[in-house]
Structures are given as structure tokens and as C-alpha cells.
């Protein structure tokens, strides 16, 4: 190593140049130091890198014998029945290939398939005993993926992971789902992988990520010309699937034509998506029965949706939105769902609550005798509110016409006010109620 010192101290700063270190070495008697640096396997380990990599300290990718049971009886390359070839390290496996975390050599230039050697390794992964047990793709490759068993889906998680990209390209067969995670699979994490088609030149409805698990983590992912880059839905061909409590962050989204992310179902709520960007894509689609948090997502050139919660029954949180001027309006059908800062909120389409810009519309609830009020009422109306024991609302608001350029009480907001202020001279004060025509 260069005459490298083991420690980062610069010793020529002691008085007489005299080494503190090389002082207590000396006291310990050499003949015991060194049979024991040989035999631990520590001084050749930090002097030969060809060591190091047959044990698993090389690139993050290469085959690591600590988790394979029978990496001690490996004794060369073989073919498997299925075709795979099993290795230790990449000097095992062709030039355009590398040993897969499982110890299968696996193409990373994306001209051949490498959905078989993945998901053989996923298959063998041991089961976690904590949050996940850890998977790593060959890092900076492109991974050719297809549907090899005609089901529609790529690679399937059934288990809990840390699915680690190590920054690789996954191109999944077009109008296919490149990576589907199941309930087996709950409070797994997939992160740091880029995902295209297999054919960019023509529109398909393949689908990035199916999430069929509850509590999955996605980060730093990059989803690019698919049908829709995340799908959460609580049903799928019939089937249930509890996908609540998501947990997604700093995904990009570019030229997914159905949806950047669609999530939908009376169990796909209280999840937590964060720094989402999309670039000329659709939208975000949220249909989940309570509604979910996003904070800070950007859209910019989106078309079909920007962001479109579609429940009347939902408490979604969007906090910080950018939409871009002429991309399709944020949508909220219901009035529990909360719109807070960002450039969008006077543009807000829906009954839900919104703060800021100097703009805002807000309902309180009081919590014990349910008295509701509405800031501002409607356009029209300054406030409304309504008593739990009637079913209309009472508006205060303003008529604009000839015959009315008057504040009156409206009940249900119709055109006709029951009664008004005068505004002027009566006989019981200037503050009167009147009824029409009196």
C-alpha cells in the first residue's frame, strides 16, 4: 500500500520525531503480533484486494458467501436446470455479465434477459428477521426484465426486502409490471433504480411498481415513459390487499401517459409521499377512502390530472404543491381534504379547505355540539354555517342586482332572501331585520 500509515496521525509533530504509537507497540513482544495478523487473516486481507473480493469486500453487486450457506462448497462455475450459471465473483460469469447477489451470473448491458437470475435470488433469499433482509441489484447496469411466466409481472417481492437499485436501469417489457410487491411483503423498501420500457417509441400500459403491500417504502426512484409509474389499489383482479400507510420519497416522474401515481380503495390511506416530481406526465390520481399527505409535490407540463383527490369522503393533506401556469387545475371533491401554501391554491377546484397566497376557505367544526361554519360561505357569502339540529346551511350574503344591492340571510343560498339589513332608518334601529316587502 505505498508505505501508507495505518493511522491518520501526523507524527512529525512530536517533539524529537519520536512515535507515541511505535513506543507501546514495542513494549508487546513481536513474536506473538505477527503469527497472530497471519492467522487471523487480517494483514493479508488489507494486502491483497484479490482476497478482499473473493470474500465479499469488492464492488456492492458481487456474490457475498456470508449470505449463501454453501458458499464454502462451491468448487467452479455450473450450469443449473434451469441454464443459470452459478459463480462467486464476475471472473466466474461472460464479460457483459456480473455475479448476482444470490451467485448467478446475470447480464448487465440489457441485451438479455436478466429476470431469471433476479427473481431465482429473491426466491432464495432467507426470510428477515428485522426490517428487511438486504438485496442488492449489480450496481450501474441495465437489467433487461420480461414476464416469463405470463402473468403479467416482471419480478415478484414476496417477502420483506431492502431492495437496493445501486443505481441500475431496469427495462421491463412493455404493457408488462416490472416489479409487483405483495402482502408477504409488508414495510419492505425498494430504492435508488431508474425504470423504462423495454420500446420508448410507442405509448403501453405497463405499470413500474404494483404495490400489493402495506406500509411499502419507495426512494429515489425514476419512472420514464410507462402507463403509470405506482399503482396502489386496494383491489386488484378481485383481489384484496391492504396497501395503507405508504411511505414514498423523492420519486421523478417524466412521460407516463395514465398516471404518475394512482392510488385507490377503502384501504389505501394515511400514507406519506413526499418530494414527488413530474414532468410532462399525468398526474397524481388519488381515490382512497381517507386520502393521504403529500408534501411538496411539483408538477410541471402534467396533463389528464396534476393532482386529483377523488374522494368525498377523504382527509387529504397537500402541502406546498407547484403547478405550473396552463396545467390542469388541482382537484378536491371533498371538504375535509386541506390545501396549504404553494402557488396553486387560488386554483383549487372543490369544496376542500385552503391556506394561502391571500387566499383561503375554511369550515370549523365545533367539536362537542357540531355547530359548522364556512369561511367564506360561497361566492357570495361572507360566512356560512349551519346548527346540527337543521340540514341547510344559513348564508350572509350579498345581492348585486337592481332590486337587491343589499347583505341579507340566505337559507340553502338560494336567490331569495327571507330577510335583510336595512342599512338605514327604522323604527326599532338601523339594524333591523326586515322580511321583503315590509
Same mark, same amino acid.
Given at each position: 500500500h505505498g508505505g501508507r500509515r495505518s493511522f491518520g496521525t501526523d507524527f512529525s509533530r512530536f517533539p524529537n520525531r519520536r512515535n507515541p504509537m511505535k513506543r507501546r507497540y514495542s513494549s508487546v513482544n513481536h513474536r506473538f503480533i505477527l503469527p497472530l495478523l497471519l492467522s487471523s487473516g487480517l494483514l493479508f486481507a488489507a494486502c491483497n484486494d484479490e482476497f478482499v473480493d473473493e470474500m465479499g469486500g469488492g464492488p456492492v453487486g458481487e456474490h457475498d458467501p456470508f449470505f449463501d450457506d454453501a458458499a464454502e462448497d462451491f468448487d467452479g462455475p455450473r450450469t443449473t436446470s434451469d441454464g443459470l450459471v452459478t459463480c462467486r465473483s464476475r471472473t466466474h460469469c461472460e464479460s457483459d455479465e456480473a455475479c448476482s447477489h444470490g451467485g448467478y451470473c446475470v447480464n448487465i448491458t440489457g441485451e438479455r434477459d436478466a429476470t431469471q437470475a433476479i427473481q431465482r435470488d429473491l426466491n432464495e433469499l432467507r426470510a428477515a428477521v428485522g426490517v428487511g433482509t438486504p438485496y442488492t441489484l449489480p450496481p450501474n447496469s441495465i437489467l433487461q426484465l420480461n414476464d416469463l411466466d405470463g402473468n403479467g409481472v416482471a419480478l415478484e417481492i414476496d417477502k420483506k426486502v431492502i431492495f437496493d437499485g445501486g443505481g441500475s436501469l431496469l427495462r421491463i417489457e412493455n404493457d408488462k409490471i416490472g416489479i409487483r410487491v405483495t402482502q408477504e411483503a409488508d414495510w419492505s423498501m425498494i430504492r435508488d433504480l431508474r425504470i423504462d420500457p423495454q420500446d420508448p417509441s410507442s405509448e403501453h400500459d405497463g405499470i413500474g411498481i404494483d404495490v400489493r403491500g402495506h406500509g411499502i417504502r419507495l426512494d429515489n426512484i425514476f419512472f420514464w415513459r410507462? $402507463?403509470? $409509474?405506482?399503482?396502489?389499489h386496494t383491489t386488484v383482479d378481485d383481489e384484496f390487499a391492504n396497501v395503507n400507510s405508504q411511505q414514498w420519497s &423523492?420519486?421523478?416522474f417524466r412521460s407516463n401517459h395514465n398516471y404518475s401515481i394512482d392510488v385507490r380503495g377503502g384501504d389505501a390511506s394515511a400514507g406519506l409521499m413526499s418530494g414527488v416530481e413530474i414532468v410532462g406526465s399525468a398526474g397524481i390520481y388519488d381515490r %382512497?377512502?381517507?386520502?393521504?399527505?403529500?408534501?411538496?409535490?411539483?408538477?410541471?407540463?402534467?396533463?389528464?390530472? =396534476?393532482?386529483?383527490?377523488d374522494s368525498n369522503a377523504g382527509r387529504n393533506l397537500v402541502l406546498g404543491a407547484y403547478v405550473e401556469e396552463g396545467d390542469p387545475i388541482p382537484k378536491s371533491d371533498s371538504m375535509h381534504d386541506l390545501h396549504v401554501g404553494g402557488n396553486a391554491i387560488e386554483r383549487v377546484e372543490g369544496p376542500g379547505d385552503r391556506v394561502g397566497g391571500r387566499s383561503a376557505r375554511v369550515h370549523f367544526l365545533e367539536p362537542e355540539s357540531g355547530m359548522?361554519? &364556512?369561511?367564506? $360561505? =360561497? #361566492?357570495?357569502?361572507? *360566512?356560512?354555517?349551519?346548527?346540527?339540529?337543521? #340540514?341547510?346551511?344559513?348564508?350572509? &350574503?350579498?345581492?348585486?342586482? @337592481? =332590486?337587491?344591492? &343589499?347583505?341579507?340571510? %340566505?337559507?340553502?343560498? %338560494?336567490?331569495?332572501?327571507? *330577510?335583510?339589513?336595512?342599512?338605514g332608518e327604522h323604527v @326599532? $334601529?338601523?339594524?333591523?331585520?326586515?322580511f321583503p316587502g315590509e
Open positions: 410507462l $402507463g403509470t $409509474g405506482i399503482r396502489a &423523492r420519486l421523478v %382512497s377512502f381517507l386520502g393521504n399527505t403529500y408534501i411538496a409535490p411539483t408538477m410541471e407540463g402534467t396533463y389528464e390530472h =396534476s393532482i386529483t383527490l359548522a361554519v &364556512r369561511v367564506p $360561505g =360561497s #361566492d357570495h357569502a361572507a *360566512f356560512a354555517w349551519k346548527h346540527p339540529q337543521e #340540514d341547510a346551511w344559513w348564508y350572509l &350574503r350579498y345581492w348585486g342586482n @337592481d =332590486s337587491l344591492l &343589499r347583505w341579507g340571510f %340566505s337559507h340553502e343560498n %338560494s336567490g331569495v332572501a327571507p *330577510f335583510y339589513w336595512t342599512g @326599532d $334601529g338601523p339594524a333591523h331585520f326586515e
